[in-house]
T-cell receptor, first 115, second 115 residues
């Protein structure tokens, strides 16, 4: 079984600053994928970034980067140069690469970007 | 076309009604998913279809009946629902097979209210 923990229910950041959203996970699967999704108030889940458990380098996608520390079982999302449109709920999720290939989500972090 | 569509966007139904939620994708994905999301909670997996066959049922009550008539369509038939079934219902799709797909594409969701 997998477990995702997001310990920050809410975060505030000033516009143009960087922010880190924390995610730790627990799994017995040797191979897995880690994901971050953004959910605005409209409800749609927007895929942001993916990290494979065997990837040597941290994933980056534009202003998003994933700080992957496998030994610590953490996969923190870093958003650089925050924008007002980044205000949303952010979910960390994982999925094993074999067997039950379905996402397990953390409880989420609500990010508010202040002008 | 990297879009998953869901209809209707909003649905209000009584406990004796029968209704259906519809999900469609034209990305050639052979895995499709239904998730249920209560307010301020993460999405919870309900069903997974792989190659039009039900592969995962997360012990969902029988008042929810999924159907995958072809590789592009996924339906969720609703009957005799309870007020506690009110939630956002999200559909998602992904590729199947190897290599493991790196993301699930989500639709915008259907907001269901059961009176």
């Amino acid at each position: 079984a997998q477990k995702i923990t997001q310990t920050q229910p809410g975060m505030f950041v000033q516009e143009k600053e960087a922010v880190t959203l924390d995610c730790t996970y627990d799994t017995s699967d040797p191979s897995y994928g880690l994901f971050w999704y953004k959910q605005p108030s409209s409800g749609e889940m927007i895929f942001l970034i993916y990290q494979g458990s065997y990837d040597q380098q941290n994933a980056t996608e534009g202003r998003y980067s994933l700080n992957f520390q496998k030994a610590r079982k953490s996969a923190n999302l870093v958003i650089s140069a925050s924008q007002l449109g980044d205000s949303a709920m952010y979910f960390c999720a994982m999925r094993p690469n074999t067997g039950r290939r379905a996402l397990t989500f953390g409880s989420g972090t609500r990010l508010q970007v202040q002008p | 076309d990297t879009e998953v569509t869901q209809t209707p966007k909003h649905l209000v139904m009584g406990m004796t009604n029968k209704k259906s939620l519809k999900c469609e994708q034209h990305m050639g994905h052979r895995a499709m998913y239904w998730y249920k999301q209560k307010a301020k909670k993460p999405p919870e997996l309900m069903f997974v279809y792989s190659y039009e066959k039900l592969s995962i049922n997360e012990s969902v009550p029988s008042r929810f009946s999924p159907e995958c008539p072809n590789s592009s369509l996924l339906n969720l038939h609703l009957h005799a629902l309870q007020p506690e079934d009110s939630a956002l219902y999200l559909c998602a799709s992904s590729q199947e097979g190897n290599p493991i797909p790196n993301e699930q594409f989500f639709g915008p969701g259907t907001r269901l209210t059961v009176l």
